[in-house]
């Protein structure tokens, strides 16, 4: 190992719903781990990865969307959004040009609790694919700048990965001297049930329509890595009625069983192995508001 000092560190990736903040991530990361929709509040958990490099280690966290809570299961989201910002050592906010442009006084309105933050803060520009020039940005940065809450103001495409290096290096640049946190060898702390999990929730949200992507969840009752067979998965659906029972199988099990092969061809993409995934859809009332429910699913 050379001479050069380690840096190593939590970059906390926060904003608004479907500002893409999961696919910010998997950018950065080269890889898939937070999954990705075109609905908000997709993401419900903190999702953690780690990239590591010769002389340096992030991890990201990241986060659900800041929204104000209607229901237990929401402020759950808030109260790991929270935990992210005070394990952060970076903080970046990824804001959403194409739907909030440059309307620098809803920033600074929705992000005014960032003061109680004295650690550095970024600001992602994304969606830049979304202008039809890309210099059109550059008197959206100097408004930003006025505010004076960020160190660094950077435009980047989440989607097709432009300029993600470049806010990598940004983030180095912050990155207290430190140890590393974790073996370079691990990409993530969270265990395979975890993505295997996200993976059928993210199949749920394309392809399920209003309220019932928000009702459900998923959780994996059989795990089992098999040497000779198929690795074979099992995951209970969770809904919060009958009638949602119903649309989650569809007529003769049509939708349920699309879901399942649309999640099991990702989830063996991911684990890399085949697999048979079983999927059952049960009904548990009012689950997004019982404590004990939530907190036998995680939150
Ligand atoms: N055009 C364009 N779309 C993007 C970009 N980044 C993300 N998206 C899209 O925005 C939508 C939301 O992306 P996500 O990554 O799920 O956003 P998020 O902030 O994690 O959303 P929540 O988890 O719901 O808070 C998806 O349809 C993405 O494909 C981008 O740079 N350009
Ligand atoms: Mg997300």
Redesign the pocket.
């Known amino acids: 190992m050379s001479s050069q000092t380690q840096k190593a560190g939590f970059v906390a990736i926060i904003?608004m719903?479907?500002?893409?903040?999961?696919?910010?991530m998997n950018a950065l990361m080269g890889e898939k781990l937070?999954i990705?929709?075109?609905?908000?509040?997709?993401?419900r958990k903190n999702v953690s990865a780690i990239l590591s490099k010769e002389h340096s280690q992030i991890i990201f966290l990241?986060t659900?969307?800041i929204l104000r809570p209607r229901y237990e299961m929401q402020r759950s989201m808030m109260r790991f959004l929270y935990e992210s910002l005070d394990a952060a050592d970076v903080i970046s906010v990824?804001w959403n040009l194409?739907k909030d442009g440059e309307n620098t006084e809803l920033l600074a309105t929705r992000f005014e609790f960032l003061k109680n933050y004295n650690v550095p803060k970024v600001l992602i520009l994304?969606?830049?694919?979304?202008y039809k020039d890309s210099k059109g940005v550059l008197p959206v940065i100097a408004k930003f700048q006025e505010l004076g809450i960020f160190a660094d103001i950077i435009p980047i495409?989440?989607?097709?990965a432009a300029n993600t290096d470049a806010l990598t290096q940004i983030f180095e640049s912050h990155l207290p001297e430190s140890e590393f946190y974790y073996p370079t060898d691990i990409i993530s702390t969270l265990n395979e049930r975890f993505f295997v999990s996200e993976l059928v929730r993210e199949k749920i949200f394309e392809q399920l329509k209003e309220e019932l992507p928000y009702s459900t969840e998923v959780t994996i009752t059989q795990f089992k890595e098999r040497d000779a067979n198929k690795w074979f998965i099992s995951a209970d659906i969770i809904v919060e009625k009958d009638s949602q029972k119903g649309i989650m199988i569809g007529k003769g099990g049509t939708m349920l069983k699309r879901i399942g092969a649309m999640a099991r061809k990702d989830i063996e993409a991911h684990l890399q192995m085949p697999v048979f995934l079983e999927l059952f859809v049960k009904v548990r009332d009012n689950w997004r508001e019982k404590p004990n429910m939530l907190r036998s699913l995680g939150y």
């Open positions: 904003g719903p479907n500002s893409g903040k999961s696919t910010l937070s990705v929709t075109a609905k908000p509040q997709t993401t990241d659900p969307g990824i194409e994304n969606k830049i694919d979304t495409s989440a989607l097709k």
